[in-house]
T-cell receptor
Framework: EAQVTQNPRYLITVTGKKLTVTCSQN?????MSWYRQDPGLGLRQIYY???????DKGDVPEGYKVSRKEKRNFPLILESPSPNQTSLYFC????????????FGEGSWLTVV | AQSVTQPDIHITVSEGASLELRCNYS??????LFWYVQSPGQGLQLLLK??????LVQGIKGFEAEFKRSQSSFNLRKPSVHWSDAAEYFC???????????FGTGTRLQVFP
């Protein structure tokens, strides 16, 4: 079954404690991306990757890092989380060009206190 | 600047009534256009997409959308709404020769029996 899997699904953490949200897809997709969803703001792109070792900033990259060492994985790293990074995070992937369907993970609820 | 606008934050309809959700974009050329639905606590599911051809697109769950180039719009419609359609709906746009997918801020649909 085609899947984008994120972990953890729910996390409460404290300010400044580094955390990583993992994302894995089993569809051999080249493109992967991270979004955050906040009330009234919709989904905003954090980072994206067109292929292994190729990453680029989205609209809200501040405070986040990513890496793409393998095609299937695209972890999101918060080096020093702050309360304004409390949000619902989605990982997504798609094959090839922009017209193809993007598949989303189920989301990761992150609370930073 | 490239942008996507969903002017209606919240819409309430009675079950069985028709529905139209609005989406407008700002861009100099025809983009790739998508509608996604997000049920409470769930990830995003693709309803339909458009990038060329017939401007009236059929999707899943009885939804359709019409691309109108002259109005830069891609409105989502359903002739008869079911209670299970209550969810948040996002219009998204992928612009040619970029790798960004930009989401609107979403429209929350409430359905009364």
């Amino acid at each position: 079954e085609a899947q984008v899997t994120q972990n953890p699904r729910y996390l409460i953490t404290v300010t400044g404690k580094k955390l990583t949200v993992t994302c894995s897809q089993n569809m051999n997709h080249e493109y992967m991306s991270w979004y955050r969803q906040d009330p009234g703001l919709g989904l905003r792109q954090i980072y994206y990757s067109m292929n292994v070792e190729v990453t680029d900033k989205g609209d809200v990259p501040e405070g986040y890092k990513v890496s793409r060492k393998e095609k299937r994985n695209f972890p999101l790293i918060l080096e020093s989380p702050s309360p304004n990074q409390t949000s619902l995070y989605f990982c997504a992937s798609r094959a090839g060009n922009q017209g193809n369907t993007i598949y989303f993970g189920e989301g990761s609820w992150l609370t930073v206190v | 600047a490239q942008s996507v606008t969903q002017p209606d934050i919240h819409i309430t309809v009675s079950e069985g009534a028709s529905l139209e959700l609005r989406c407008n974009y700002s861009y100099g050329a025809t983009p790739y256009l998508f509608w996604y639905v997000q049920s409470p606590g769930q990830g995003l599911q693709l309803l339909l997409k458009y990038f060329s051809g017939d401007t009236l697109v059929q999707g899943i769950k009885g939804f359709e959308a019409e691309f109108k180039r002259s109005q830069s719009s891609f409105n989502l419609r359903k002739p008869s709404v079911h209670w299970s359609d209550a969810a948040e709906y996002f219009c998204a746009v992928a612009f040619y020769n970029t790798d960004k997918l930009i989401f609107g801020t979403g429209t929350r649909l409430q359905v009364f029996p």
